[in-house]
């Protein structure tokens, strides 16, 4: 969805290093998720916002931090980067008030991050 | 939190009609049936959402059979651009994330 940005797309760091993602919609969605995905499987949930000052950890949060700066941008953070989490991450937004019955998710494009 | 069983993969030719069915056996009252479709380095775009019953939109079609403890998801015609992974989950109207599951892998051939 063009409307979720992502920045970097691809990203090569090292071991210990401090590594930003970070997350743009402009759909004025509240809500706004990070997850990960590695080959061949699903995504997982990493953390989560409902808004600005709404942030709550996901199934696998440990080595990451976020920061929900305003309604449209949420990075995430890893303190001090490890090789297995290299992975491809993405971001989503919703909204609770859309037509949709349930809550319905927008992806970003994916930040493909590797660590050696 | 209702899991959900696919399979992992399935081989179909350009053309075709495609069902991919997906089992929900501890489905609650207030679940909602979602499927998303994910291409390759990708994020998941939803196709298509219900209830009960049926439900078509310019993509797909869902059936939903009356005990809800399964669902199909129907892709008419398929063409080589449908080869994706497809995701069945459960979302219930209060839930405050997803849960995806591994998957169905579809492969279209010429």
């Known amino acids: 969805d063009a409307d979720v940005t992502q920045t970097p797309r691809n990203r090569i760091t090292k071991t210990g290093k401090r590594i930003m993602l970070e997350c743009s919609q402009t759909?004025?969605?509240?809500?706004m998720y990070w997850y990960r995905q590695d080959p061949g499987l699903g995504l997982r949930l990493i953390y989560y916002?409902?808004?600005?000052?709404?942030?709550n950890k996901g199934e696998i949060s440990d080595g990451y931090s976020v920061s929900r700066q305003a309604q449209a941008k949420f990075s995430l953070s890893l303190e001090s980067a490890i090789p297995n989490q290299t992975a491809l991450y993405f971001c989503?937004?919703?909204?609770?008030?859309?037509?949709?019955?349930?809550?319905?998710?927008?992806f970003g494009p994916g930040t493909r991050l590797t660590v050696l | 939190l209702a899991k959900t069983t696919q399979p992992i993969s399935m081989d179909s030719y350009e053309g075709q009609e495609v069902n991919i069915t997906c089992s929900h056996n501890n489905i609650a009252t207030n679940d909602y049936i979602t499927w998303y479709q994910q291409f390759p380095s990708q994020g998941p775009r939803f196709i298509i959402q219900?209830?009960?019953t049926k439900v078509t939109n310019e993509v797909a079609s869902l059936f939903i059979p009356a005990d809800r403890k399964s669902s199909t998801l129907s892709l008419p015609r398929v063409s080589l651009s449908d080869t994706a992974v497809y995701y069945c989950?459960?979302?219930?109207?209060?839930?405050?994330?997803?849960?995806f599951g591994s998957g169905t892998r579809l492969q279209v051939q010429p």
């Open positions: 989950l459960v979302v219930d109207t209060g839930r405050r994330a997803l849960t």
């Open positions: 916002s409902f808004d600005v000052k709404d942030i």
């Open positions: 219900g209830y009960k």
């Open positions: 759909k004025g969605h509240d809500r």
């Open positions: 989503a937004t919703s909204d609770p008030l859309q037509l949709r019955e349930a809550d319905t998710q927008y």
